[in-house]
């Protein structure tokens, strides 16, 4: 630095100030992504409380044939929607679909509440976000390359929804087991994977532009998608059923 001549170090400077202002923007970018993601786990535990809650609502969503169906097809279809029609639709109608998809997910996850038991959902959560958390940021400080883990955790996850479509006939306890530290693994691999993948989303601007609010809700449903399922498997392996 000491050697460099006036125009070298002003350019120098230049460069890293420029730096600087992307690693700035690009943290209150990913700032956002998990913003938008704790917002979403909010409205799903809360929409899933609320009909905890009430007889009626259980009634209507466990006691009516097909409403339960229609409610998961409705989720699956949103996530469709927002996937591909991303770049089509302004970040007010990206936002609100992700956040019906909070909700919708909190009316099909409210039968856990049912099934398990308060203790064991509060301190399965509480491990979920430790695990989530430390993956997360290990998935973005890092500078080794996730994309072979990334692959390797996909392929786990094609096999564990096979696995547990062949177990819907065969209802093994051995394959359910395997299938849910699987999914651990999976699960816990794809949060590091998505995270640095989500930061390399980031695109050149203000995080508040049009273009970057729709990236961090994308980012914000997978990072979502992965702590509920991570949050699920294990809740299956170490949740305790109400008696």
């Not at 970040?91 to 909070?102: N, R």
């Not at 064991?120 to 430790?130: K, V």
């Given at each position: 630095m000491n050697n460099m001549n006036p125009y070298e170090k002003t350019t120098y400077s230049r460069t890293s100030t420029r730096i600087d202002a992307v690693e700035e923007a690009q943290k209150?970018?990913?700032?956002?992504?998990?913003?938008?993601?704790?917002?979403?786990?909010?409205?799903?535990?809360?929409?899933?409380?609320?009909?905890?809650?009430?007889a009626a609502l259980q009634q209507l969503i466990f006691g009516t044939p097909g409403i339960f169906f229609i409610l998961i097809l409705g989720e699956f279809g949103l996530v469709i929607y927002l996937s591909a029609a991303i770049n089509r639709m302004s970040?007010?109608?990206?936002?609100?679909?992700?956040?019906?998809?909070?909700a919708?997910?909190?009316?099909?996850?409210?039968?856990?509440?049912?099934?398990?038991?308060?203790?064991?959902?509060?301190?399965?959560?509480?491990?979920?976000?430790?695990?989530?958390?430390?993956?997360a940021a290990w998935g973005y400080?890092?500078?080794?390359?996730?994309?072979?883990?990334?692959?390797?955790?996909?392929?786990?996850?094609?096999?564990?929804?096979?696995?547990?479509?062949?177990?819907?006939?065969?209802?093994?306890?051995g394959i359910y087991w395997?299938?849910?530290?699987?999914?651990?693994?999976?699960?816990?691999?794809l949060t590091a994977f998505d995270t640095q993948r989500i930061k390399r989303m980031y695109s050149f601007g203000t995080p508040d532009s049009e273009v970057n609010q729709k990236v961090a809700?994308?980012?914000?449903?997978?990072?979502?998608?992965?702590f509920i399922n991570l949050f699920l498997m294990l809740l299956r392996i170490m949740g305790r059923q109400r008696r």
């Open positions: 209150d970018f990913i700032a956002k992504v998990f913003g938008w993601m704790t917002a979403a786990l909010v409205v799903t535990g809360v929409v899933a409380r609320f009909v905890f809650m009430s970040a007010t109608t990206a936002i609100w679909s992700f956040i019906g998809y909070s919708l997910n909190g009316l099909t996850l409210s039968s856990i509440f049912m099934y398990f038991t308060s203790e064991s959902l509060s301190s399965t959560f509480i491990i979920t976000a430790a695990m989530f958390a430390a993956m400080f890092t500078k080794k390359d996730l994309t072979g883990i990334g692959s390797l955790a996909f392929m786990g996850l094609i096999g564990i929804l096979i696995a547990t479509l062949v177990n819907l006939f065969l209802r093994s306890e395997i299938t849910s530290y699987i999914g651990v693994l999976v699960f816990t691999g809700i994308i980012g914000a449903l997978q990072l979502y998608l992965d």
